[in-house]
């Protein structure tokens, strides 16, 4: 990477670099250049598109619907500061 154009981005991001820094930023951004190559190089023509490389894979279980003893909703409701019924009362967020 040229020192121009170093320069040229600094300038797009408004970000200002010091003079002593920009060839410390030049080696940095050219080691990221340089792995960017390198991403390029390998043939990947035979392989398998693939989503997750260990070959586990999520188990899902039908959600069923079950009802929450009233002692146990009673419990959670008490620790709320505000309720109305059987609901927690929170202050509106979002207004209309």
């Given amino acids: 990477m040229l020192r121009e154009e170093l ?4 300038f797009l991001a408004k970000i200002e670099i010091k003079e002593n820094e920009k060839e410390k930023y ?6 990221i250049v340089d792995y960017i190559e390198f991403l390029q ?10 989503t997750h490389v260990t070959g586990l894979r999520n188990v899902w279980r039908e959600d069923v619907v079950k009802a929450c003893p009233k002692e146990i909703i009673d419990m959670m409701l008490d620790s709320s500061p505000e309720k109305e019924e059987s609901f927690y009362k929170v202050k509106k967020v979002i207004s209309d």
């Fill in 41 to 50: 190089d390998p043939d990947t023509t035979n392989l398998k598109p693939t």
């Fill in 26 to 31: 030049l080696k940095d951004v050219g080691k």
């Fill in 7 to 10: 320069e040229t981005i600094a």
